[in-house]
């Protein structure tokens, strides 16, 4: 018997230890295709990245179905990379980061699963691994500090170079953000920083979007020009504007009431290539050091 309740007690500390050890911090985890890939941070960020794959599968079919975008983010996961260096660089910490390698013209992992695969059901299984690593990286972050804040890195190619901050509000209704936060109820529901707000009653939507210490004023400062900030309130009528999708607003839904975020689409001069991406990279660690101090009252 006592020799039982031992192994038993081995046992039992073993599979603890299995667990513990599942994810450890500053390791990278693929499936086996190696088509997605989940590095383990030790801060409250995660930054996922869907669109930047360029692998080609001679045997998958390019996706077709309607409303299917094919076009890769270029050199998002470069720059997801740029700036894991830059926070272990300045802070001795990294983000947990998600990238999708399977190139969009196969699978789309900022869609749901059915547009994302265009009904090709050998890819469920990418898909799903996707998601369970962004899964798995909110539920570590939010055990561990309480609070995350979830980041979908997006590149786009429309002509006015500046980054276009999604908080799944649309151009309409961020010009129609009220000065009186108070009047923006309606709003705060619908945003990506919703439960951010309703954990927080001291916030508002006004501040976290264009005050003075919101992600896009911050950044606009460090000399990477943003829509919503404080310098550039809303998208004009005539400017193109991605305003989050799938993935933002999934992750910070209500399912995930301690999670908030936003979708960052970059511009490609200055941002993503190879000259201006380690230069983002910095300043964007320093803009998300003093958003955690600020919001979360975390110090890096
Ligand atoms: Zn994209």
């Known amino acids: ?44 960020l995660i930054i996922s990245v869907p669109h930047g794959g360029t692998t080609l599968l001679t045997d998958a079919a390019i996706r077709s179905c309607k409303g ?47 547009e994302g695969t265009c009904g090709n059901e050998s890819l469920n299984k990418t898909w799903n691994q996707f998601h369970d690593y962004i899964d798995t990286a909110l539920a570590i972050a939010t055990k561990k500090f309480g609070k995350a804040i979830y980041i979908d890195l ?30 923006n109820s309606k709003l705060v529901a619908k945003s990506s920083v919703a439960n951010l707000l309703a954990i927080d009653k001291k916030l508002d939507i006004n501040q976290l979007l264009i005050g003075d210490n919101s992600f896009g004023t911050l950044i606009t400062a ?19 504007y991605f305003n989050g999708g799938y993935n933002t607003r999934r992750y910070t839904s209500e399912k995930y009431p301690n999670v908030f975020g936003w979708q960052i689409e970059s511009n490609y001069k200055g941002v993503r290539d190879k000259a201006g991406s380690p230069l983002f990279a910095k300043s964007f660690a320093e803009v998300i050091a003093s958003y955690l101090k600020t919001y979360l009252n975390i110090n890096l």
């Open 68 to 114: 299917a975008v094919t076009v890769t983010d270029t050199r998002t996961i470069e720059l997801a990379k740029e700036i894991e260096k830059a926070f272990l660089a300045k802070y001795h910490v990294r983000p947990f980061i998600i990238i999708s390698n399977l190139s969009r013209k196969h699978l789309d992992q900022n869609r749901d699963l059915e």
């Open 222 to 240: 460090a000399g990477f020009e943003a829509v919503p900030s404080k310098q550039d309130n809303a998208p004009l009528e005539e400017d193109k």
């Open 154 to 183: 997006h590149g786009h190619g429309h002509s006015k170079q500046r980054l276009e901050l999604g908080y799944t509000l649309s151009a309409d209704e961020l010009r129609g953000l009220d000065k009186n936060p108070s009047k």
């Open 1 to 44: 018997m006592k020799l039982l309740k031992l192994s038993l007690f081995f046992l039992v500390f073993a599979a603890n230890m299995a667990y513990a050890q599942k994810w450890e911090v500053g390791k990278t985890y693929t499936d086996e295709e190696k088509w997605t890939e989940f590095v383990v941070g030790d801060m409250p």
